[in-house]
């Protein structure tokens, strides 16, 4: 890592090209935290833009669902149909120490890992709801260089709300009568994802009884689909049950967004979201305020074509950061 | 037999030969001593049997047969994934010509042999009940164990293959069948004795041994697979393989407990009225965790103490006794290593007057009270995993697991505080060079690099001798068999006498049951309190964090098949705690799959821990294809036990650090990480 660094734009080059060397070298450089190696990140990730060949596919559920048995199936399947498969596992970190154990890639069992499947862990570090602004880019520099693009996350809640803007599909894995349903639809989580699939069918009979309560739960409706209902399928990830059902799903959603404009909509609204919820992080709901007095947030991102969403995030930043400068001086003044 | 037997002076003379747990009668003459055993078992069939026979013609009395990795985990000698491991903690066994050769001049009609078998324990069983018909002996007749445990290979051990629902029916089909055809032979060794090595406290060994017995006997009994009245055979044939520490006092407490908890469990949960049936029989081998690299010698004294807490009461006698080497943390047992090991027992059963009286502690109000407050705490403990539906489902939830990495992070950290002692390790460490262990003397068996391929060569002719159409009946029969539900020996010792390897078998097994990765434990386990020193380091990680750009990322990881898995586990727990993001990828793992690994996860360090003594050809495998990788800069360290000359050698090759049991101080090996990375990336 103390080599001499490339260039933002040959290591692009290597990243489309499906370089894994390359990727692993553009995941560390987006993730870095140092000033100065910001510009390359920047510069590496607008030269992606526009690039992205893969699908997003957020893998979300509660602790235990089995996320990473059905990860682990769902890879091994899409590669043997030689699609090649990225998995980003996002991890809790520890709040006291800041350090934390990354344990899914020991439950990759051998035979995803013979499938070839790229994965990375990471730490999620200060974010209450399990995604960081790195998880994002990271995306972005995975869905340039693989077919299919899988984030898992555990679903705490207010999670899913922000992976939705990070994928294209989202999947729910809900385990039969965990009893955490009534949660879930408090929190209104079953209005985000586009496919649920009850796991571990295998074991309990409670599992149609699961599934029908879902379907009852997600009859209401989504608000950006009415009339659409999303798929609630059944089956076992351990033992291959459910997979070939599941990933005709997913395609089948796939290809519903890209034969009607949802999916450039969906696309453009989850830019829309990454950048607000960043500037919101960064310089509180105030300083997205003095931004926005000035026109829609949405112009101002319109405004800036081919540009990486961390791109605009940082020069929407410095606007704000320049105004502050302004106020500032003007109230020595 | 080529060996004599042994004459033990005063000759057993009790009319008690059967059980050494009968009650005692002051004063009848001397009891027979329980049986003398050796883990034993190195490079090939041949250089073991040799080995074996030495041992008997000393006195030992029975035998414990050590297995290599690859036939743990069924893997032929060829394969991929046993290079560097073959014939080094163990005898590589891959077909019915290596187990014969094994048993050379040893009728297996009069022997009593222990095998440390577990996820392949069905096919070595056929091989050697093959082996037996072979000589001409009757499996009727066949004395001995296998040990067939999976639950704790799950959670220590490391050798499983297939899926908990797999391993739960071929145990049981293990039993069903020996129930029937092979009478003497105990069919399971249930172990808490890795358990203890895993950190378990004596309350913990009780429990989950307890709780591991009755999820068998649940399954035996539930699925039919034995019938009512079967189930006291059953039951009286499950045998115990317990550890002993130096704390021996409570360890025969701990012996006495788990006798009572057991005939209550009989008694209240099978209802078994056989007397004989419902006596608890387990061997022990002492503890290993307990010896200490520094002042080695002191380990000859642990060893005699410990074996002296299992024989000491007569209620609470092992049945049979392995004692360690006193140079195992050191590397591989040379056979005087193992001689002196055998010498303590012999001292122990026919110097000492040990055998000479009923039990010593009948009455004692001190072991009477010490062994009711563990059986209380025990019987806790297996309630909260009977209630979270038994040691299967607590495997999967990493309840057990979590307990034992939690027990063990708490006695590293006594250790490390000083809270516990341990001579010449944190208290008495001032020394005299050790004539014993001086440079340049080797203190340790080496295994011979051209046994490897010796036997690789070996197994090649063997291929090619048999006949290629009975292997492959023999394997569809077996394919078959189980597809059916039907027993898996029958089919089993066929394939055996068919010529079919261990490599074979198990992929059969393999592609029908699947493969399984057991949960680790490291994940949920809570963090310890920090020490002065712990705030030290995380501030050290926190500082070239920043300067890294990134957080620090360590990769801990195990390559080959070595499953112990307890040492990496607790870096991995310890790196979290001091601030690192850790990606634990687990044990069996090829150096392909680590190099993969840490170049995905973008990693500014790799850890490995290895234990099988085949670190000289996978850690330079690891650091030669991090090189080619363009991964040169990131640091390897290396954890395990590694001999000073391998040391040196690995260092040689581009190691950063290597450490062995002796390095206890794990905020002084956090403190290293940081040193290494820091250098590493001294321009950054």
Same mark, same amino acid.
């Given at each position: ?113 013979? #499938? ?6 990471? &730490?999620? !570090?200060?974010?209450? /709801?399990? =995604?960081?602004? $790195?998880?994002? +880019? ?117 290809? #519903? ?6 999916? &450039?909509? !969906?696309?453009?609204? /989850?830019? =829309?979201?990454? $950048?607000?919820? +960043? ?55 | ?684």
């Amino acid at each position: 890592m103390s080599k001499p660094v490339e260039s933002p734009l040959a290591l692009a080059e290597r990243v489309r090209a499906g370089d894994r060397g390359g990727v692993a070298q553009a995941l560390n450089l987006v993730d870095d935290g140092r000033a100065a190696r910001r510009a390359d990140a920047l510069d590496l990730l607008d030269a992606l833009e526009g690039h992205a060949k893969g699908r997003r596919i957020g893998i979300t559920g509660a602790p235990g669902a089995g996320k990473s048995t059905l990860l682990d199936a769902l890879a091994t399947r899409l590669g043997s149909q030689g699609r090649s498969v990225a998995i980003l596992a996002i991890d809790p970190s520890s709040r006291k120490s800041g350090g934390a154990l990354l344990g899914d890639r020991f439950r990759m069992g051998a035979s995803a890992r013979d #499938s070839g499947v790229f994965f990375r862990s990471l &730490a999620a !570090r200060d974010q209450l /709801g399990g =995604l960081s602004e $790195i998880t994002g +880019a990271s995306l972005d520099v995975l869905a340039a260089a693989f077919d299919t693009v899988f984030v898992e996350t555990v679903g705490v809640g207010q999670s899913e709300a922000g992976i939705v803007d990070l994928v294209e599909t989202l999947v729910f894995v809900a385990q039969p009568a965990a009893g955490d349903l009534v949660q879930f639809m408090k929190a209104g989580i079953l209005e985000w994802p586009d496919v649920f699939f009850v796991n571990k069918s295998d074991l309990s009979q409670l599992a149609g009884r699961t599934a029908s309560e879902l379907r009852a739960g997600i009859e209401l409706g989504r608000p950006d689909a009415p009339g659409e209902r999303a798929p609630v399928l059944c089956g076992s990830a351990r033992d291959g049950v459910g997979i070939d059902e599941l990933i005709d799903a997913i395609d089948r959603h796939h290809a #519903s967004l890209a034969r009607t404009e949802a999916g &450039a909509r !969906r696309r453009s609204a /989850g830019r =829309l979201a990454r $950048i607000r919820t +960043a500037l919101t992080t960064r310089y509180g709901t105030r300083g997205l305020a003095r931004l926005t007095a000035e026109a829609p947030l949405e112009q101002q991102v319109d405004a800036q074509p081919g540009r990486s969403v961390e791109r605009i995030i940082d020069r929407l930043g410095a606007r704000i950061e320049a105004g502050w400068a302004g106020t500032d001086a003007a109230g020595a003044a | 037999m080529s060996s004599s037997p042994p004459k033990p002076t005063p000759k057993p003379t009790s009319a008690r030969n059967e059980s050494p747990h009968a009650a005692p009668t002051a004063g009848a003459g001397r009891e027979k001593p329980w049986l003398f055993r050796t883990y034993s078992g190195h490079s090939s069939a041949r250089a073991s049997n040799a080995l074996y026979r030495s041992n008997l013609a000393k006195g030992q009395t029975g035998l414990s047969v050590a297995f290599d990795l690859p036939t743990q985990t069924g893997y032929d000698s060829d394969h991929p994934l046993a290079r560097g491991e073959v014939g080094k903690v163990g005898v590589p066994i891959c077909h019915i010509d290596d187990m014969a050769l094994l048993f050379e001049g040893i009728p297996l009609e009069q022997m009593n042999t222990s095998m440390t078998i577990n996820a392949t324990a069905a096919w070595l069983l056929a091989l050697y009940i093959a082996t037996a018909e072979r000589q001409g002996g009757a499996p009727a007749k066949l004395r001995g164990t296998t040990q067939n445990d999976i639950i704790k290979e799950y959670l220590s051990r490391g050798t499983f293959v297939f899926p908990p629902e797999a391993s739960m029916r071929l145990t049981s089909e293990i039993v069903a069948y020996t129930v029937e055809h092979v009478p003497h032979w105990n069919p399971i060794n249930i172990c808490s004795y890795h358990l203890q090595e895993a950190g378990a406290t004596p309350v913990q060994e009780i429990a989950f041994s307890m709780a591991n017995a009755i999820s068998l006997l649940d399954h035996l009994r539930d699925s039919g697979a034995v019938s009512e009245q079967d189930l006291a055979k059953v039951f009286g044939r499950i045998s115990f393989f317990l550890n002993a520490g130096i704390r021996f006092v409570e360890e025969m407490c701990k012996c006495r407990a788990m006798t009572a908890l057991w005939e209550e469990i009989g008694r209240e949960r099978y209802g078994i009225r056989d007397e004989k049936a419902l006596r608890l029989r387990y061997g022990v081998q002492v503890n290993s965790l307990g010896l200490t690299e520094a002042q080695p010698e002191n380990n000859i004294v642990r060893i005699a103490l410990e074996a002296l807490g299992v024989t000491l009461s007569q209620r609470a006698r092992a049945r049979s006794l392995q004692l360690p080497a006193w140079n195992e943390a050191l590397g591989l047992p040379r056979p005087w290593d193992q001689q002196l090991s055998l010498r303590t027992q012999q001292i122990l059963a026919y110097e000492t007057d040990l055998l000479e009286y009923g039990d010593l502690f009948d009455g004692s109000h001190v072991v009477e009270e010490k062994t009711r407050a563990l059986g209380l705490a025990a019987r806790e403990e297996l309630d909260v995993v009977l209630a979270m539906g038994g040691a299967v489902a607590a495997v999967e939830n990493a309840y057990m697991k979590q307990r034992l990495v939690e027990s063990h992070t708490a006695r590293l950290r006594a250790i490390e505080s000083g809270e516990l002692t341990v001579v010449g390790v944190n208290a008495y460490s001032e020394s005299v060079e050790s004539p014993l262990v001086q440079a340049g003397s080797s203190a340790i068996l080496k295994i011979d690099a051209s046994a490897e391929r010796a036997q690789i060569e070996s197994l090649q002719a063997f291929r090619n001798r048999r006949s290629p159409d009975a292997v492959a009946t023999a394997l569809r029969q077996l394919e078959d068999a189980i597809q059916s539900g039907q027993n898996i020996l029958p089919p089993s010792i066929e394939a055996a006498k068919a010529g079919v390897t261990t490599g074979e078998w198990t992929s059969v097994l393999r592609r029908v049951f699947g493969e399984y990765r057991a949960p680790t434990g490291v994940a949920a386990s809570a963090s310890a309190r920090p020490t002065a020193e712990d705030t030290q380091v995380r501030e050290r990680v926190d500082a070239l964090s920043q300067r890294l750009g990134r957080r620090l990322k360590l990769l801990v990881g195990k390559p080959g098949l070595d499953g112990h898995s307890n040492g990496a586990e607790q870096i991995a727990v310890k790196a979290r705690d001091a601030g690192m993001e850790v990606v634990y990828d687990g044990i069996r793992l090829t150096p392909e799959e680590i190099v993969q690994s840490a170049r995905d996860e973008g990693v500014h360090v790799v850890g490995l821990s290895i234990l099988s003594g085949s670190h000289g050809v996978l850690v330079v495998d690891v650091v030669d294809r991090m090189r080619a990788a363009g991964l040169g800069d990131v640091p390897v360290v290396v954890g395990g036990i590694i001999p000073p000359d391998d040391a040196l050698a690995l260092e040689k090759a581009g190691v950063r650090r290597v450490y062995t049991p002796k390095d206890f101080d794990l905020a002084r090996i956090m403190n290293e990480i940081v040193d290494v990375v820091a250098e590493a990336n001294a321009a950054a």
